[in-house]
């Protein structure tokens, strides 16, 4: 009754997150985003993409420069590696 169509992760953002976890001697673990639309219905859910360093959340949208924290807050793109090295939870 669904279907799941995989989002295509920006690949410059992707080596940037990558590079700046580098500096923060982090491993991220990525999850694609995906859009699933429901069969019959105009409803469509957007997931987003979701990058996991230590017990943080970080999710983005593509296009975006904008990452969620938790689903609480939110950070620029460019002040990950701070807040990374501030707030890094094992």
Same mark, same amino acid.
């Given at each position: ?9 920006? *690949? ?8 700046? $976890?580098?500096?923060? $001697?982090? /491993? ?8 699933? #639309? ?10 987003? +993409? ?11 949208? #593509? ?9 609480? *807050?939110?950070? *620029?793109? *460019?002040?990950?590696?701070? +807040?990374? /090295? ?5």
């Amino acid at each position: 009754m669904k279907e799941v169509k995989e989002l295509e992760f920006d *690949k410059e953002v992707l080596k940037r997150i990558e590079m700046i $976890c580098r500096f923060a $001697c982090v /491993k991220p673990i990525i999850k694609q985003g995906s859009i699933i #639309n429901i069969k019959g219905t105009n409803i469509a859910y957007v997931s987003p +993409h979701i990058i996991t360093a230590g017990k943080n959340n970080y999710l983005i949208f #593509n296009g975006s420069d904008t990452l969620f924290v938790n689903d609480s *807050k939110s950070i *620029k793109l *460019k002040d990950l590696e701070v +807040h990374i /090295k501030t707030n890094y939870l094992f």
